[in-house]
């Protein structure tokens, strides 16, 4: 069983920056997945990023050349750096780790284990 946990959503304005991060706790080793997702009422859980066990990077188009993804091994924490934060932006965010072989990184159902979420709101 793992569990994670999120941290450091909040209020904030347009243009402004946030940095979340997620600490995974009860499993040891690296060869999972770890991915941001996010979710505003009345819609689906929506991508945001993702990294491979194997290192490869992804992101979905709408936070490309905003966001950055990272993780720390050692640790057992990703993070999400988000920048140029838009009011579309707002949404809970919550991270995922996925222990199985994952053909698309995209997809919510492709993960096990989910933390509790953490609000970003961004205003305009």
């Known amino acids: 069983q793992v569990q994670l946990v999120e941290s450091g959503g909040g209020l904030v304005q347009a243009g402004d920056s946030l940095r979340l991060s997620c600490a995974a706790s009860?499993?040891?080793?690296?060869?999972?997945?770890m991915a941001w997702f996010r979710q505003t009422p009345g819609k689906e859980r929506e991508f945001v990023a993702a990294f491979s066990w194997s290192g490869i990077i992804y992101y979905a188009d709408s936070v490309k050349g905003r966001f950055t993804i990272s993780r720390d091994n050692a640790k057992n924490t990703v993070s999400l750096q988000m920048n140029s934060l838009k009011p579309e932006d707002t949404a809970v965010y919550y991270c995922?780790?996925?222990?199985?072989?994952?053909?698309?990184?995209?997809?919510?159902?492709?993960?096990?284990?989910w933390g509790q979420g953490t609000q970003v709101t961004v205003s305009s």
């Open positions: 995922a780790v996925g222990k199985s072989a994952i053909r698309d990184y995209t997809l919510g159902s492709a993960y096990d284990y």
């Open positions: 009860g499993r040891s080793g690296n060869n999972y997945a």
